[in-house]
């Protein structure tokens, strides 16, 4: 079983940064593959990024490609999202997610989800 906990979300305008972390109890972290979700008020969980165990293979979703970036540390069994150039349609409750294997975009193939941060981006 994999605990995961999100921090670092909060309210900020357009066009600023966020950082996102996300802390798992599991020694083994480094075996999982990490994504990170976002959900807005009235619509579906959606993909927004993944890295593979070892950092090296990352994908995101076409609306933050060029302005979110994922990474991981595993000695601190941390993954991150940093957030730049923020737009209002961000908003959203962003959760991160764990599962054996490969990264993928498909969020029914993860095993493991945190509570979610709330990222408020206003106009």
């Known amino acids: 079983q994999v605990q995961l906990v999100e921090s670092g979300g909060g309210l900020v305008q357009a066009g600023g940064s966020l950082r996102l972390s996300c802390a798992a109890s599991?020694?083994?972290?480094?075996?999982?593959?990490m994504g990170w979700f976002r959900q807005a008020p009235g619509k579906e969980r959606e993909f927004v990024a993944t890295?593979?165990?070892?950092?090296?293979?990352?994908y995101y979703a076409d609306s933050v490609k060029g302005r979110f970036t994922i990474s991981r540390d595993n000695a601190k069994n941390t993954v991150y999202l940093q957030m730049n150039s923020l737009k209002p349609e961000d908003t959203a409750v962003y959760y991160c997610?764990?599962?054996?294997?490969?990264?993928?975009?498909?969020?029914?193939?993860?095993?493991?989800w945190g509570q979610g941060t709330q990222v408020t981006v206003s106009s």
């Open positions: 890295i593979s165990w070892g950092g090296g293979t990352t």
């Open positions: 599991q020694r083994t972290f480094s075996s999982y593959a």
């Open positions: 997610a764990a599962r054996s294997g490969p990264p993928v975009v498909d969020t029914t193939r993860y095993d493991y």
